[in-house]
């Protein structure tokens, strides 16, 4: 399902080059539950933003469902993160001056052409199942830090993705609560059948995953 | 035209010429009158009035002529007649109306014919209407008697300018040079001007041309500092949400999408300031209303929204330009 192929990332710094992520091949199956882990600067987050499309490699090819995505334009690339990418962040990321349900609602606002569901039903069954629908109304800075990453992944749900990619998703909560959302990330894997990719640096977090990724410091290798 | 001052075209200019100048009378009209090759002689008496009649109310010039004046402006009455000489002699309280004060006090233009006006504590009674010519100062006019403005309106008897209109224009120059010499017995030959037609309507022309140019200079300097400080606004605002447009980015965004809603930001932004211009415009409009007739055309509200909306999209482009192009995972990161 993503698949890359010799991939690596280079980042210029001055006068040094980085490279972030050099020559790693990966093979992640549809319906997978993983984690990649890492210590900090161990290149973990730029692989992340690779599979999710928000960087291009230096060299070396991404294929998502049997496309080779490396070439794509800015447009397509918008389109396959809209439609099969959600992303789940460490600070949360909502927008504050919209309420939880127009978050939710955001990424609907950005597809071009008519979906095939009805997206505000949509959003009310996914902030019911999360038990944040009385809070539909609230701003983000109302509510607490746990029912706020229940509404970013509600927003990384609503288009029906094929993977889910959590940054760090419990690195701003505490224990109880982010336990709570690991829980509830894996029961969309179980129950929904949707690739869960969390980046993490939480062995205890890593351990709950079905396959794990380490990404070692300085290398920037597998 | 007779004047009183140096007149325009001396270097004393317009305004001293006006105020240290002497106050015609009837005799002077009547020695101008005598002179030879003088058709016509119209002493005229101005003033602003608020004009009121069956509760309708509007500003108006009021003029203060005889009967050569309909003659000497090529008038004629639209509707009902012109008032004449025994008119003027007997200080008759008659008035011949702009068709725009006839619209504001009466409706229409017939309708005008045989009512009263009522103004500064008099009475008059409209007997004519002069056709529309799209000369605002012409249209909102109450033309009456001179004789009859002695009294309240113009105790001194005095008049602002005399016209003057001539058989043949090869007469000009001997007639002003005569009339000149007749007035001087009265007068010092600073004290008054004598001021052919296209001499005056080439100087004002001229003032207003200068005006004009001021006006715009000022207009678009002010133009190109708003535009900056909106560009410098919408720059603030992309810095500011440059997480969001992260995030924006990351769940499904194109760089075109991003590109037009901050252009639509600046856009309502300028739209909004054209819109309180209006407003400003039209609370002036309603001030100096009092004054002169004054109004804000449509052509005038359709420039304010195209050029306030030029410079929204203009000034708009660069910062919207630097939101879309921002990379996705810089904006994501930034704290």
Redesign the interface.
């Given at each position: 399902m993503i698949k890359l192929q010799n991939v690596s990332k280079i980042y210029q710094l001055g006068e040094d080059k980085v490279e972030a992520v050099n020559k790693v091949s990966l093979h992640i199956k549809a319906g997978e539950y993983c984690g990649i882990l890492g210590s900090s600067g161990s290149g973990k987050s730029t692989l992340m933003?690779l599979i999710?499309l928000?960087?291009r490699p230096s060299s070396g090819k991404i294929i998502i469902n049997g496309d080779d995505v490396s070439k794509l334009s800015?447009?397509e690339l918008?389109?396959v993160?809209?439609?099969k990418i959600g992303?789940v962040?460490q600070s949360f990321?909502l927008?504050s001056r919209f309420t939880v349900l127009e978050n939710v609602l955001?990424?609907t606002k950005?597809?071009k052409g008519k979906l095939d569901f009805d997206v505000h039903k949509k959003a009310e069954e996914l902030l019911k199942k999360f038990g944040i629908y009385e809070r539909r109304n609230f701003f983000p800075n109302k509510i607490s830090g746990g029912q706020q990453q229940r509404v970013a992944i509600a927003?990384a749900l609503i288009?029906n993705p094929s993977v889910i990619i959590a940054d760090e998703p419990t690195g701003n909560l505490d224990t109880k609560t982010g336990n709570e959302i690991i829980k509830l990330l894996e029961s969309l894997n179980k129950e929904l059948g949707v690739t869960v990719i969390i980046v993490t640096h939480e062995k205890d977090i890593a351990d709950r995953t079905n396959r794990r990724i380490y990404m070692k410091l300085y290398t920037g290798t597998v | 035209m007779v004047m009183p001052g140096s007149g325009f075209n001396s270097s004393s200019g317009f305004g001293a010429g006006l105020v240290g100048g002497v106050e015609f009378d009837e005799k002077d009209a009547s020695s101008v009158s005598r002179v030879a090759g003088v058709e016509y002689t119209v002493p005229l008496y101005m003033s602003t009035v608020k004009a009121e009649a069956g509760g309708n109310e509007t500003t108006a010039y009021l003029f203060g002529v005889n009967e050569d004046y309909f003659n000497l402006m090529n008038e004629e009455a639209e509707f009902g007649e012109l008032f004449t000489k025994s008119d003027v002699s007997s200080k008759a309280k008659v008035a011949v109306i702009g068709s725009k004060v006839a619209e504001e006090l009466y409706g229409d233009d017939e309708n005008a014919i045989g009512k009263t006006v009522r103004f500064e504590g008099m009475r008059i009674k409209v007997i004519g209407v002069v056709a529309n010519t799209g000369d605002s100062q012409h249209d909102t006019s109450i033309v009456i008697p001179y004789k009859t403005t002695f009294g309240s309106v113009n105790p001194d008897k005095t008049f602002w300018a005399i016209y003057v209109g001539v058989s043949s224009k090869e007469d000009i120059e001997s007639v002003k040079e005569e009339i000149k010499s007749v007035l001087s017995k009265r007068y010092s030959e600073d004290d008054f001007s004598i001021t052919e037609q296209t001499e005056i309507l080439s100087m004002i022309n001229q003032i207003f041309d200068i005006l004009n140019i001021v006006l715009v200079a000022i207009g678009s300097i002010s133009l190109v500092v708003g535009g900056i400080g909106i560009m410098n606004i919408m720059y603030a605002t992309v810095t500011e949400r440059t997480k969001e447009i992260g995030v924006m980015r990351a769940i499904g965004a194109t760089e075109r999408d991003i590109l037009l809603q901050f252009l639509t930001e600046s856009l309502i932004l300028s739209v909004f300031g054209g819109l309180l211009g209006l407003i400003g415009a039209s609370l002036t409009v309603l001030v100096v209303r009092i004054f002169f007739p004054a109004s804000i055309s449509l052509f005038a509200v359709i420039i304010t929204f195209a050029i306030s909306s030029g410079i929204g999209i203009f000034f708009g482009v660069f910062p919207a330009r630097r939101a879309a192009r921002l990379s996705p995972i810089e904006a994501i990161r930034y704290e």
């Amino acid at each position: 399902m993503i698949k890359l192929q010799n991939v690596s990332k280079i980042y210029q710094l001055g006068e040094d080059k980085v490279e972030a992520v050099n020559k790693v091949s990966l093979h992640i199956k549809a319906g997978e539950y993983c984690g990649i882990l890492g210590s900090s600067g161990s290149g973990k987050s730029t692989l992340m933003y690779l599979i999710g499309l928000l960087d291009r490699p230096s060299s070396g090819k991404i294929i998502i469902n049997g496309d080779d995505v490396s070439k794509l334009s800015d447009v397509e690339l918008s389109k396959v993160r809209n439609h099969k990418i959600g992303f789940v962040f460490q600070s949360f990321n909502l927008i504050s001056r919209f309420t939880v349900l127009e978050n939710v609602l955001m990424p609907t606002k950005y597809t071009k052409g008519k979906l095939d569901f009805d997206v505000h039903k949509k959003a009310e069954e996914l902030l019911k199942k999360f038990g944040i629908y009385e809070r539909r109304n609230f701003f983000p800075n109302k509510i607490s830090g746990g029912q706020q990453q229940r509404v970013a992944i509600a927003r990384a749900l609503i288009m029906n993705p094929s993977v889910i990619i959590a940054d760090e998703p419990t690195g701003n909560l505490d224990t109880k609560t982010g336990n709570e959302i690991i829980k509830l990330l894996e029961s969309l894997n179980k129950e929904l059948g949707v690739t869960v990719i969390i980046v993490t640096h939480e062995k205890d977090i890593a351990d709950r995953t079905n396959r794990r990724i380490y990404m070692k410091l300085y290398t920037g290798t597998v | 035209m007779v004047m009183p001052g140096s007149g325009f075209n001396s270097s004393s200019g317009f305004g001293a010429g006006l105020v240290g100048g002497v106050e015609f009378d009837e005799k002077d009209a009547s020695s101008v009158s005598r002179v030879a090759g003088v058709e016509y002689t119209v002493p005229l008496y101005m003033s602003t009035v608020k004009a009121e009649a069956g509760g309708n109310e509007t500003t108006a010039y009021l003029f203060g002529v005889n009967e050569d004046y309909f003659n000497l402006m090529n008038e004629e009455a639209e509707f009902g007649e012109l008032f004449t000489k025994s008119d003027v002699s007997s200080k008759a309280k008659v008035a011949v109306i702009g068709s725009k004060v006839a619209e504001e006090l009466y409706g229409d233009d017939e309708n005008a014919i045989g009512k009263t006006v009522r103004f500064e504590g008099m009475r008059i009674k409209v007997i004519g209407v002069v056709a529309n010519t799209g000369d605002s100062q012409h249209d909102t006019s109450i033309v009456i008697p001179y004789k009859t403005t002695f009294g309240s309106v113009n105790p001194d008897k005095t008049f602002w300018a005399i016209y003057v209109g001539v058989s043949s224009k090869e007469d000009i120059e001997s007639v002003k040079e005569e009339i000149k010499s007749v007035l001087s017995k009265r007068y010092s030959e600073d004290d008054f001007s004598i001021t052919e037609q296209t001499e005056i309507l080439s100087m004002i022309n001229q003032i207003f041309d200068i005006l004009n140019i001021v006006l715009v200079a000022i207009g678009s300097i002010s133009l190109v500092v708003g535009g900056i400080g909106i560009m410098n606004i919408m720059y603030a605002t992309v810095t500011e949400r440059t997480k969001e447009i992260g995030v924006m980015r990351a769940i499904g965004a194109t760089e075109r999408d991003i590109l037009l809603q901050f252009l639509t930001e600046s856009l309502i932004l300028s739209v909004f300031g054209g819109l309180l211009g209006l407003i400003g415009a039209s609370l002036t409009v309603l001030v100096v209303r009092i004054f002169f007739p004054a109004s804000i055309s449509l052509f005038a509200v359709i420039i304010t929204f195209a050029i306030s909306s030029g410079i929204g999209i203009f000034f708009g482009v660069f910062p919207a330009r630097r939101a879309a192009r921002l990379s996705p995972i810089e904006a994501i990161r930034y704290e």
